[in-house]
């Protein structure tokens, strides 16, 4: 079955960082560019942050841009998130996702991880 | 960036009962926009790409359409396991971005 499992999330306080991780399985991980989207409580979804299946560029949303920093290793088809000055609106799950298409960036996403929780409190 | 509107927020419907939800871009996304559901506690599911293609797996009662920047997915038959949320996104330029979502609720 194809998988994504995110891991990595947790209480962290504001101006702290957190690195997210997720472990891809049952498809070939260095075709597909990944992204990173996130749900604040009771709010909607914003993609965080994508990159292309040979990890050279990337892509980020104006609110975390310059603070996160996306990356990955097909050879242990994971995908990271580095999070820096952590603010408290950047409460969240941060889900990871796969793209539809092995071609380009801007798509759909068709597999999904199951999330991890990222709180930012004092 | 561009900003997806969609309508109504809140639907309630029987089971049975067609549904009809909409999203508006605000500006061309071509046909590059996708519906998910997600139910409380779960990821998001993938139900429709590129305007009017179902994802594997995704039950024919799910439909969409689309004429210029108007986008509308159809449940034709509401089933028990079809109460939940429903997000558009499109693909056409990044920040790719989703709608507020429509909750379909139990009447």
């Known amino acids: 079955e194809v998988q994504l499992l995110e891991s990595g999330g947790g209480l962290v306080q504001p101006g702290g960082s957190l690195r997210l991780s997720c472990a891809a399985s049952q498809f070939t991980f260095n075709d597909y560019a990944m992204h990173w989207v996130r749900q604040a409580p009771g709010k909607g979804l914003e993609c965080v942050s994508a990159?292309?299946?040979?990890?050279?560029?990337?892509y980020y949303a104006d609110s975390v841009k310059g603070r996160f920093i996306i990356s990955r290793d097909n050879s242990k088809k994971t995908l990271y998130l580095q999070m820096n000055s952590l603010r408290v609106e950047d409460t969240a799950v941060y889900y990871c996702?796969?793209?539809?298409?092995?071609?380009?960036?801007?798509?759909?996403?068709?597999?999904w991880g199951q999330g991890t929780m990222v709180t930012v409190s004092s | 960036e561009i900003v997806l509107t969609q309508s109504p927020a809140t639907l309630s419907l029987s089971p049975g009962e067609r549904a009809t939800l909409s999203c508006r871009a605000s500006?061309?996304?071509?046909?590059?926009l996708a519906w998910y559901q997600q139910k409380p506690g779960q990821a998001p599911r993938l139900l429709i790409y590129d305007a009017s293609n179902r994802a594997t797996g995704i039950p024919a009662r799910f439909s969409a359409s689309w004429s210029g920047t108007d986008f509308t997915l159809t449940i034709s038959s509401l089933e028990p396991e079809d109460f939940a949320v429903y997000y558009c996104?499109?693909?056409?330029?990044?920040?790719?971005?989703f709608g507020g979502g429509t909750k379909v609720e139990i009447k």
């Open positions: 990159i292309r299946s040979n990890g050279y560029i990337t």
């Open positions: 500006q061309s996304v071509s046909s590059y």
């Open positions: 996104q499109q693909r056409s330029d990044w920040p790719l971005t």
């Open positions: 996702a796969k793209v539809i298409y092995s071609v380009g960036v801007f798509d759909g996403f068709d597999i």
